[in-house]
């Protein structure tokens, strides 16, 4: 997750938490829960470990990139890697039978290669249910952000072979860490994209039961056990935050927290609501969802090199991506017989 920037640490939010005012088509809702229970822990762990090991073998970006006097406690560009965990998501979506195509922008300084597996849907194929999470990082990033590319890898292995009314599409963002460059370039190249629903993973397996190990985000409280996943939308995004609230309340597999910031979420009360890859697709008046852990509003280990998988919580992370999967197909419409 992009670190705040000084402008931002101090801002009071005007959000609320939405109040659900949806209800869930029961055979829909059997057929997404059903196929939520195929995540499986092991899995996650595992590509966690591989992908810290990639970001551990890599080369980090020149440090000469960046401008003298850059503040390197909030954001270490020294220690940025994600050659090897791009190729590792590559390797991992091809070996499921996915087709893996780039979205590639040359820069003399910061290129940037998004990686884009999908799988068309059978009726409904111009609209679009979207799974998105960078793979760039800090030093080892487990949490940030290895644990939302393996969410993300785990429900492309559970999409791959199956049938959506909806097309289902899974992207690897390059640079989220340098200012959301790979998803800003993204938007910018496909404006005209018929997104129903999306999930951007940034920051998901960090979880802590200690009272106080949740910090209020400025302006707004939060209760005080950081144990829960934050799910975080727009105005436009207000209709899937609340199915997923609900999916998460009959399905039970996390507890939930839905926040809903004021109209595209790019008022001055909302900086610390737009720091990941979700956010470009907010202020093209796209659809998205933020999930997140809350980053260093809870977990003392972000951007650190003490952000390693022995701190992270499989069991939530499990939860999240059973919650995550629930909702991609309830939105997509599968699978089907």
Same mark, same amino acid.
């Given at each position: 997750?992009?670190?705040?920037?000084?402008?931002?640490?101090?801002?009071?939010?005007?959000?609320?938490?939405?109040?659900?005012?949806?209800?869930?088509?029961?055979?829909?809702?059997?057929?997404?829960?059903?196929?939520?229970?195929?995540?499986?822990?092991?899995?996650?762990?595992?590509?966690?470990?591989?992908?810290?090991?990639?970001?551990?073998?890599?080369?980090?970006?020149?440090?000469?990139?960046?401008?003298?006097?850059?503040?390197?406690?909030?954001?270490?560009?020294?220690?940025?890697?994600?050659?090897?965990?791009?190729?590792?998501?590559?390797?991992?979506?091809?070996?499921?039978?996915?087709?893996?195509?780039?979205?590639?922008?040359?820069?003399?300084?910061?290129?940037?290669?998004?990686?884009?597996?999908?799988?068309?849907?059978?009726?409904?194929?111009?609209?679009?249910?979207?799974?998105?999470?960078?793979?760039?990082?800090? +030093? =080892?990033? !487990?949490?940030? *952000?290895?644990?939302?590319?393996?969410?993300?890898? %785990? /429900?492309?292995? &559970?999409? #791959?072979?199956?049938?959506?009314?909806?097309?289902?599409?899974?992207?690897?963002?390059?640079?989220?860490?340098?200012?959301?460059?790979?998803?800003?370039?993204?938007?910018?190249?496909?404006?005209?994209?018929?997104?129903?629903?999306?999930?951007?993973?940034?920051?998901?397996?960090?979880?802590?039961?200690?009272?106080?190990?949740?910090?209020?985000?400025?302006?707004?409280?939060?209760?005080?056990?950081?144990? +829960? =996943?934050? !799910?975080?939308? *727009?105005?436009?995004?207000?209709?899937?935050?609340? %199915? /997923?609230?609900? &999916?998460? #309340?009959?399905?039970?597999?996390?507890?939930?927290?839905?926040?809903?910031?004021?109209?595209?979420?790019?008022?001055?009360?909302?900086?610390?609501?737009?720091?990941?890859?979700?956010?470009?697709?907010?202020?093209?008046?796209?659809?998205?969802?933020?999930?997140?852990?809350?980053?260093?509003?809870?977990?003392?280990?972000?951007?650190?090199?003490?952000?390693?998988?022995?701190?992270?919580?499989?069991?939530?992370?499990?939860?999240?991506?059973?919650?995550?999967?629930?909702?991609?197909?309830?939105?997509?419409?599968?699978? &089907?017989?």
């Amino acid at each position: 997750m992009r670190a705040p920037s000084a402008v931002l640490l101090g801002l009071a939010l005007g959000w609320a938490a939405c109040a659900t005012h949806v209800s869930l088509e029961e055979t829909s809702l059997a057929r997404a829960g059903a196929f939520a229970e195929g995540v499986e822990r092991a899995r996650l762990v595992a590509d966690i470990d591989a992908l810290v090991a990639a970001h551990a073998e890599d080369t980090p970006l020149p440090c000469d990139l960046f401008e003298p006097g850059t503040d390197s406690t909030r954001r270490p560009v020294c220690h940025l890697t994600r050659d090897r965990a791009r190729e590792l998501v590559r390797a991992r979506l091809e070996s499921l039978g996915l087709r893996v195509t780039t979205h590639q922008v040359d820069d003399p300084r910061f290129p940037t290669t998004n990686l884009i597996a999908e799988i068309p849907g059978t009726e409904l194929p111009g609209e679009v249910v979207l799974v998105g999470a960078h793979y760039d990082s800090f +030093f =080892l990033g !487990a949490d940030d *952000n290895s644990s939302g590319v393996a969410a993300m890898l %785990e /429900l492309a292995r &559970l999409a #791959a072979g199956q049938r959506f009314r909806r097309t289902v599409r899974f992207i690897g963002f390059d640079l989220e860490e340098l200012g959301l460059v790979g998803s800003t370039r993204y938007v910018r190249a496909f404006p005209d994209e018929r997104i129903v629903a999306s999930l951007v993973f940034d920051c998901v397996g960090y979880r802590s039961q200690e009272p106080g190990s949740q910090k209020g985000l400025p302006g707004f409280p939060l209760p005080p056990r950081g144990d +829960f =996943l934050a !799910a975080i939308a *727009n105005e436009a995004s207000r209709p899937q935050v609340e %199915e /997923l609230k609900l &999916l998460g #309340a009959r399905l039970q597999h996390v507890a939930v927290v839905a926040i809903v910031t004021p109209q595209d979420g790019s008022g001055p009360a909302s900086g610390n609501l737009m720091r990941s890859d979700h956010a470009p697709f907010w202020l093209t008046g796209q659809n998205a969802l933020f999930l997140t852990d809350t980053a260093n509003f809870r977990n003392p280990h972000y951007h650190l090199a003490s952000d390693v998988p022995d701190t992270l919580d499989p069991d939530f992370l499990t939860g999240v991506t059973r919650l995550s999967a629930a909702g991609i197909a309830y939105w997509a419409e599968g699978p &089907l017989p």
